[in-house]
């Protein structure tokens, strides 16, 4: 498998191809709830996360909800 690389909150990484959004959020140890995921501007549900493969040059924001007031 070859590599390639997405960006995730600004950052560039490198990811096997075929990687799915799941895979990613796993590997940085993004919790399942309380986080927002969008995919090159778009949101993308938690239920689609398992089958949303990325593609090269992808741009993944993760959001965290933060309680305040």
Do not use: C, I, K, Y
Request: glycine residues 12%; aromatic residues 6%.
């Amino acid at each position: 498998m070859t590599a390639m690389t997405v960006t995730v909150n600004g950052q560039r990484w490198e990811l096997a191809h075929g990687a799915t959004l799941a895979e990613l959020l796993s590997r940085f140890g993004v919790p399942s709830w309380g986080v927002a995921v969008a995919l090159d501007g778009a949101v993308v549900p938690r239920a689609s996360w398992p089958g949303t493969v990325l593609r090269a040059d992808a741009s993944v924001e993760v959001l965290t909800a933060v309680q305040g007031g």
